[in-house]
């Protein structure tokens, strides 16, 4: 069941879900409120709720807004595209063959079919930075499952709106988002091993903090700096 209602100048969505707690989200780009609440739970509740976390809200809508933004891409010669937290030139190179992708110095080098349509290249680059994302983080949870002491099971690349990484705790698979790619190894390696923890605990609670206390002590600026770089026209924050 979906309903809404108003809160000052936001439209709060509320879903009521066969769950056991209420959760608050904040999503990008404009700050948009959302609570999956239990079903049992009326809506004045839920409002009050809402109400108590008003401040939270704000503070979060703020982050948002002020976080800085990429231009959207248009996929040309000379356009600037991030590699593991570096910036490259974008330099098109259009032959009859087969598409593909090469980094070269300060240049992401991208082979295409003359003609080639925007969504297109899109769709080329993209599936590269899948392939080198997969790689890392293979290296990573191979790194650190041992560590943890826990086993992945399968690891998946997607595009994501609100979330850096989540976990399927039952098939004790890891998803990332593609756009992680872009960013520094430590804040990589940071979302993996806060996914691979949740197959320790599945709540972000003093327990879960503990443990990335005790594994990865330096989380919290990594996950600071991680959140404070620039991010695509399509929005999301960890």
């Known amino acids: 069941m979906v309903t809404s209602f108003q809160l000052g100048e936001n439209n709060v969505e509320v879903v009521l879900k066969d769950i056991k707690n209420i959760h608050l989200s904040v999503y990008p780009p404009n700050g948009r409120v959302r609570i999956a609440a239990p079903i049992r739970m009326d809506l004045e509740t839920i409002k009050l709720y809402t109400i108590s ?32 937290g570096k910036r490259y030139l974008l330099k098109i190179i259009e ?16 082979h295409i079919r003359p003609n080639t349509d925007t969504e297109k290249r899109k769709d080329i680059l ?22 943890i002491d826990v086993n992945v099971s399968d690891i998946g690349i997607k595009k994501m709106k609100t979330k850096w990484g989540t976990c399927n705790i039952e098939a004790k698979r890891i998803w990332l988002n593609l756009e992680l790619m872009k960013k520094p190894i430590n804040c990589i390696e940071y979302i993996v091993v806060h996914e691979m923890i949740h197959l320790l605990e599945r709540n972000h609670n003093q327990r879960f903090i503990a443990f990335m206390n005790n594994f990865l002590p330096f989380w919290k600026e990594l996950k600071k700096e991680l959140n404070q770089l620039p991010v695509s026209h399509i929005d999301w924050e960890y």
């Open 53 to 84: 976390k008003l401040s939270w809200i704000k503070q979060q809508q703020k982050k948002i807004l002020s976080q800085p933004r990429e231009a959207k891409r248009e996929y040309i010669t000379q356009e600037s595209h991030y590699y593991l």
């Open 126 to 147: 993209d599936d590269w930075y899948r392939e080198c994302l997969r790689n890392e983080v293979i290296k990573l949870v191979e790194k650190w499952e041992p560590i």
């Open 95 to 110: 032959e009859e063959a087969k598409p593909k992708v090469i980094l070269k110095h300060k240049h992401i080098i991208l």
